[in-house]
């Protein structure tokens, strides 16, 4: 077998930096902080980050370090080898099947990111008005329509993704991932800084503002003290911490494997994290939402963000980078979304080397054969992303692998971090070798504070009520569940009256008005705008066939449950099932691999 | 812009700024981590 390391401890915290820093801390953390309160926002965020993030960091470099030790770089033996009872393994599959699941739609964006470039350098958004951008982000996502004319375009660049993946994990942490990391890393805080510039010296009336940038900063970061009493701000602000340190997937403590135990690992972990928020919170706030309000306002603004990060990043930042003029507009686009190109390689490498960890450590396979591997299943298993984005498996695979997965995983390695390994034993293990002295009363942070946190975070998320109406608890009244609850998604709560597989009605699913009905490059759409807040702002489109009868005229209006078309539909529910399906095979195939491999090791002789 | 979120930004960035740089800085200064091993085969096997 091929040893692996790392060559310098500059490359290693880059890289742990590089896993760290994603898309979302440019388009989920700006997009949270202005749903939640604005600048209040931050105090929950930062509590959590002192409280949650740094102690599973600490807990996962330990982790990681103690298995290396023992010969082990995947989360199924490093965290057996902790709790040497032999369930723990399967806690660790966990540590594969997140990143293989996650990585198969994150190299999905990545691969956009790439198109974005290509596309801001080739001018192909001169002269577009919005909506032009937003639809051509739709049919960038249609894999049937071609929108430059290179056939199956979304798929092309995600296999030149993964293929540019395969090779730099192929060549080894040292040789590729951290090489990458030290290329990629300052590449995105230089390209961040630079938007960040162009944010904030925005004026209202040069190049096309209408407002001054620092109006969007004021919007980002004005305390509402309110919104601390409110627990979705502390749910949103636990959830956020969790994605954007990379904790619960097993990346990290597959990335400490390689150090030894005169390693320090205390002070690397603050600095990688601590990286991390700099790129989040001083660059991350200062780019799409003080742009985007300096050319669209607050109150367009506010409703974009209701899509989320991405709509916000690729359907409305090339529209506004046109803005700059031609040179400027083709360096703010490689800038944007090189930044988001380099965010997103630093974290998928990563996520692909738990898994050459294990088929290198378990059973001899060559560095370059397991990276071909990764490759392969995430090709596999990103497809059905890729080709029923629109019908939800994107969703689907975000939600389960992407948050699920990820607080199970975190619930149960804090645990047995504090008290199956014993934190005594744990904390020594995280001081030794270290280069910073750790304050003591974090030990009992990771004992009581951390695991119960968690623990609240995910049974929160299990049970949030909708509307996200806690009073509810102190008014008793009748306990709803959200649609984006544990128990709402499992009870399909949000599928409304579109509940069979396969039908021959399509109905509508939420009272509204026809609002438009057209066809675009040969394909049909109806589109339905719905009340929110009292105005038409929001809108569902649907494909129909040509065989398909429509049931309703432009103007319509439509209650909940009312015919739209008649014909042969195939619901989104079966494609949120399939996609479960899928990943619920690709857990019990990795369970049957571990266990495959835990035969093998007692058959060789081999201590776990 | 708002004085409250001014100061909130500037105070929160701050800290954030300065914790980033002292324990960038730190790591830097203090001992190197071991690397690959000397046993290692330099990966020839590839």
């Not at chain 1, 329509?145 to 995600?158: D, H, K, N």
């Not at chain 1, 904790?247 to 494997?257: D, E, H, K, N, T």
């Not at chain 1, 990764?374 to 029923?388: D, M």
Request: hydrophobic share 45%; proline share 3%; with cysteine.
């Amino acid at each position: 077998m091929q040893r692996d390391g790392w060559g310098s401890r500059v490359g290693l915290i880059l890289a742990m930096a590089g896993n760290a820093v994603g898309l979302g801390n440019f388009l989920r953390f700006p997009v949270q902080a202005v749903q939640n309160g604005g600048g209040a926002f931050i105090i929950p965020y930062l509590v959590c980050f002192l409280l949650m993030g740094i102690p599973l960091l600490w807990i996962e470099w330990s982790i990681g370090r103690f298995g290396g030790g023992r010969g082990h770089h995947s989360t199924p033996f490093i965290i057996q080898s902790m709790g040497k009872r032999w369930f723990w393994k399967y806690v660790g599959v966990f540590g594969i099947f997140s990143n293989i699941a996650i990585a198969s739609y994150y190299c999905y964006i990545e691969s956009w990111t790439m198109s974005y470039i290509y596309h801001s350098i080739c001018r192909t958004f001169d002269g577009m008005d919005q909506h032009a951008v937003s639809y051509f982000f739709s049919d960038y996502l249609d894999v049937t329509v071609s929108t430059t004319g290179i056939p199956f375009e979304a798929i092309l660049f995600f296999i030149v993704c993964l293929v540019l993946n395969t090779y730099i994990l192929s060549r080894g942490l040292s040789g590729g991932v951290e090489k990458a990391a030290k290329i990629g890393v300052p590449l995105l805080i230089i390209f961040g800084i630079f938007l960040a510039f162009k944010g904030v010296t925005l004026k209202a009336g040069s190049e096309g503002a209408i407002f001054d940038g620092l109006q969007g900063l004021s919007f980002l970061w004005t305390p509402e003290f309110d919104s601390l009493l409110n627990p979705k701000v502390w749910l949103a602000a636990a959830g956020q911490i969790f994605f954007t340190l990379s904790v619960g997937m097993g990346s990290i403590q597959c990335y400490a494997s390689y150090l030894k135990k005169r390693d320090d690992i205390a002070l690397n972990s603050m600095s990688a994290g601590w990286m991390n928020e700099f790129v989040e919170v001083v660059i991350g706030s200062c780019v799409i939402i003080p742009i985007s309000i300096g050319y669209l306002g607050i109150d367009k603004v506010v409703e974009l963000v209701q899509t989320g990060g991405l709509g916000l990043g690729f359907r409305t930042m090339p529209f506004l980078f046109q803005q700059w003029g031609d040179i400027l507009s083709i360096v703010a686009g490689v800038a944007f979304f090189g930044l988001l190109f380099f965010a997103g390689i630093t974290s998928s490498l990563a996520m692909g080397t738990p898994l050459m960890g294990f088929l290198q450590g378990e059973f001899g396979w060559k560095r370059s054969s397991s990276a071909l591997a990764f490759g392969v299943i995430i090709l596999v298993l990103g497809l059905p992303t890729v080709f029923f984005f629109q019908e939800g498996v994107f969703d689907e695979y975000d939600y389960w692998a992407g948050t699920v997965s990820l607080f199970v995983f975190a619930m149960l390695e804090a645990v047995l971090f504090s008290w199956v390994f014993g934190v005594e034993r744990g904390w020594k293990e995280l001081t030794a070798g270290a280069d910073i002295k750790l304050p003591t009363f974090y030990k009992y942070i990771l004992k009581y504070v951390t695991p119960v946190l968690l623990i609240a975070v995910f049974l929160g998320s299990v049970v949030r009520p909708e509307n996200d109406d806690w009073n509810v608890i102190a008014n008793g009244g009748k306990w709803e569940f959200h649609n984006e609850s544990l128990i709402g998604q499992i009870l399909h709560s949000g599928s409304g009256p579109n509940t069979e597989y396969f039908a021959d009605k399509l109905y509508a699913e939420k009272d509204g008005v026809i609002d438009s009905i057209y066809n675009d490059k040969g394909r049909n759409f109806i589109r339905l705008s719905y009340l929110s807040d009292g105005k038409y702002q929001h809108s569902i489109t649907h494909r129909y066939k040509e065989t398909d009868s429509l049931c309703v005229k432009l103007g319509t209006t439509v209650k909940t449950g009312d015919v739209l078309f008649t014909g042969s539909v195939i619901n989104r529910i079966f494609y949120t099932d399939f996609a479960r399906v899928l990943l619920a095979f690709c857990f019990i195939g990795i369970c049957a691999m571990v266990y495959t491999a835990g035969k093998k090791r007692k058959r060789e002789g081999r201590e776990i | 812009m708002n004085i409250a979120a001014m100061i909130f930004m500037i105070v929160s960035m701050s800290a954030i700024t300065f914790a980033t740089c002292y324990f960038f800085i730190k790591a830097l200064r203090s001992k190197p981590i071991s690397g690959i091993d000397d046993e290692s085969d330099n990966d020839t096997n590839d």
